[in-house]
């Protein structure tokens, strides 16, 4: 195999070249080409890399949804905080979540100061080593994540089936990535709200190592919108946005695969066979700025549902209320920019988030506040 270099990628001479062929290709269009990146990883390359300004007046990127932690909804949020403040619970999750802040402006890590359980994990397997040496106590994990976390939850569950652990649950908020974009297309609402115009999709590499970039085709070929699925280094960018553009200049669309390092057509099989053991598709999920969206989550199969948190801890919760000056819904959906928030850059900023997109490292918000801040 051989060893990447990334010097490679950063090559301002291949930048150069890209950047003049973008050009003249958009001239031939006629008009600027729109393209909405939907990852969060391509938002922060675009914005510390000044691909935007480089190509300022042909290319409008749209930001879109960009992690899981920026679409989670507060009503989860508020679920997690419910679920740690039971008696005996141990409640174990992502870095990034603990900072979201729920309907009563509080955050795990909020609660935790207060003295519930609730730990930060790397990795899901720590939960499990954690139920097993703490049987006394009931452990969580709050599972979160497009599709490139959700196998590592998955085998979770299997080794916890495995070991028979009585005291290990999961609340699956583990959520769809071609869904979400399919629903951005076809929703009316979407459409009108700001009147965004999309003519094109950088797709997330991430993702597309573990389902390949077959998903990606129905939407392409159904709503004739080009697709690149790209890295995450400037030239990967750049030459997702040269491989769209080409298509758009010649009326095509259809979904290339920029990133053939890491993703092939089929993608991940193994995972996806774990995945499809342990988890089925919900009817119905909310996502921050979205709202309602079918069928684009997961929740655990009947095999687990011993160790499915969500009928564990049936809790009770009042509405979710969103911080009514944030923004981050518009801003997840495409319509307006992080710096056109009231909050940005002084009421919220990283150490102090008010808005999911603020929070997480992949989030548009802290893209700008560390990159574009004037």
């Not at 001479?13 to 990883?41: A, D, P, Q």
């Not at 999709?201 to 998903?215: A, E, K, N, Q, Y």
């Not at 697709?227 to 758009?248: H, K, N, R, Y």
């Amino acid at each position: 195999m051989r060893t990447i270099n990334l010097k490679e990628f950063r090559d301002s001479e291949r930048l150069k070249s890209l950047e003049y062929r973008i050009k003249k290709l958009v001239e031939r269009i006629g008009k600027t080409v729109n393209i909405m990146e939907f990852c969060g990883g391509h938002t922060h390359t675009i914005i510390k890399y000044g691909i935007d300004q480089l190509l300022e007046g042909y290319i409008r990127f749209i930001h879109g949804p960009g992690c899981p932690v920026c679409v989670i909804p507060s009503s989860r949020i508020d679920l997690a905080i419910e679920i740690a403040r039971q008696k005996d619970t141990i409640l174990c999750t992502y870095g990034d979540l603990l900072r979201v802040p729920g309907s009563s402006r509080k955050n795990l890590l909020n609660l935790r100061a207060e003295g519930c359980d609730v730990r930060m994990v790397n990795s899901s397997l720590e939960a499990l080593n954690i139920a097993f040496s703490e049987r006394e106590k009931k452990v969580v994990f709050f599972a979160i994540g497009f599709e490139t976390t959700t196998p590592q939850t998955a085998v979770l569950l299997l080794k916890a089936k495995e070991m028979d652990l009585k005291n290990l649950y999961v609340v699956s908020n583990h959520v769809i990535t071609p869904a979400a974009i399919q629903h951005i297309l076809n929703s009316p609402e979407l459409r009108d709200i700001g009147k965004v115009e999309i003519d094109a999709f950088l797709g997330p590499g991430h993702v597309s190592t573990i389902i390949g970039t077959r998903p990606y085709e129905y939407f392409s070929e159904e709503f004739l919108k080009p697709v690149a699925i790209c890295g995450f280094e400037p030239l990967d960018v750049m030459q997702g946005v040269w491989l769209v553009v080409s298509q758009i200049a010649r009326g095509e669309a259809y979904v290339a695969n920029q990133y053939t390092r890491f993703v092939s057509r089929e993608g991940n099989i193994k995972a996806q066979r774990l995945v499809s053991e342990v988890f089925e598709l919900r009817k119905v999920f909310e996502w921050r700025g979205l709202g309602i969206v079918p069928y684009s989550a997961l929740k655990i199969r009947k095999e687990f549902e011993a160790f499915d948190g969500e009928k564990v801890f049936d809790v009770k919760l009042p509405p979710p209320k969103e911080h009514p000056a944030c923004i981050c819904g518009k801003v997840i959906r495409g319509v307006a920019l992080p710096t056109e928030c009231k909050l940005f850059g002084t009421v919220c900023t990283p150490q102090n988030p008010i808005g999911s997109c603020m929070v997480s490292s992949e989030g548009a918000c802290a893209a700008y506040f560390k990159y574009k801040r004037l």
